[in-house]
């Protein structure tokens, strides 16, 4: 394997009961807190699956070159991957039993959605030299035609007798006046491309536009309003993220805290308040006692 010809296996790994190093004692990238240059990614950070063991392994890599080069160390946000929500949910809660990556535990579902993934994460690839030139390119002009159709459908109406018989066919109530193709696509079970199947008005303007373009339009005017609260939540919550805390910070001076938290705080070592409040037992009160600290 290109890059490993030097690595050696001291024993194989799979389909054995196997001990693991708590997570806890890792950064965001992997690498352990106490050897520096040594990342784990897998089963020993007490995980399962294929999927999980292959993104870990992922980052890990990407890290180690990295840190190999004097490179920053790239950190998946939770609002940008579920990579970065099984990560954070290691270092900062740790696992009694195998981890296995639900959608459940994100909390920003509606940002992380397969049909984006290339929206979301091509630019970073790109940066770091894993993403060809044509694949960027690619995005860059799929991000342009689905902002183009947002615009065309957000300005282009149909009229009531235009719609009529489609409406009917999905059990809709009839258009009492001409509306916008963007306000009639929130309508439940409304399809921009059966919807222009009968409208030929709207089939000609949308006929030159691709299949992936036509996708992700469609869904991004569907859920506008959800999408748009969720980013405002990811926006309060960075706000937490940009608040650092000193490594080696003595949380013991601080009185008013919990012992729980200073504890835990003590032995997972958060860098930043949103790390803080992330961890398992630890009150909202305990956060706010650091941020009072950290603002001085």
């Not at 890599?61 to 946000?77: V, Y």
């Not at 091509?122 to 947002?150: C, D, F, H, P, W």
């Not at 869904?219 to 506008?224: E, V």
């Amino acid at each position: 394997v290109p890059g490993f010809e030097n690595c050696k296996m001291f024993r194989p790994g799979y389909a054995i009961e196997y001990d693991f190093f708590p997570p806890t004692q890792l950064t965001h990238s992997l690498e352990t807190k106490r050897v520096k240059n040594l990342f784990f990614a897998g089963q020993i950070n007490g995980t399962t699956g294929y999927e999980e063991a292959a993104c870990q392994g992922l980052m890990a890599g990407i890290n180690a070159h990295q840190a190999s080069i004097s490179q920053d160390p790239l950190i998946l946000k939770r609002s940008e991957a579920y990579i970065g929500v099984l990560i954070d949910d290691l270092i900062n809660k740790g696992t009694d039993e195998p981890y296995r990556m639900f959608t459940s535990r994100a909390e920003f579902r509606t940002l992380l959605r397969q049909d984006n993934a290339d929206l979301r994460l091509t630019e970073i690839s790109y940066k770091l030299g894993l993403a060809s030139q044509e694949r960027m390119n690619n995005v860059i002009e799929k991000r342009s035609r689905v902002e183009e159709l947002k615009g065309l459908l957000s300005t282009t109406s149909v009229e009531p007798g235009e719609s009529e018989g489609y409406l009917k066919s999905i059990g809709s109530a009839p258009l009492a006046e001409k509306q916008k193709v963007a306000q009639l696509l929130l309508r439940p079970g409304t399809d921009l491309k059966q919807l222009a199947q009968a409208v030929q008005s709207l089939k000609e303007k949308i006929k030159d536009f691709d299949e992936v373009v036509i996708e992700q339009a469609e869904i991004q005017l569907k859920y506008q309003t959800y999408i748009h609260k969720e980013q405002e939540l990811v926006q309060k919550m960075s706000q937490l993220e940009s608040l650092g805390i000193p490594e080696n910070f003595n949380y013991e001076k601080l009185s008013s805290l919990s012992n729980e938290a200073k504890q835990k705080f003590t032995r997972i070592q958060p860098r930043t308040l949103g790390q803080a409040s992330r961890i398992s037992g630890v009150n909202p009160s305990d956060v706010q006692i650091l941020m009072l600290y950290m603002g001085r």
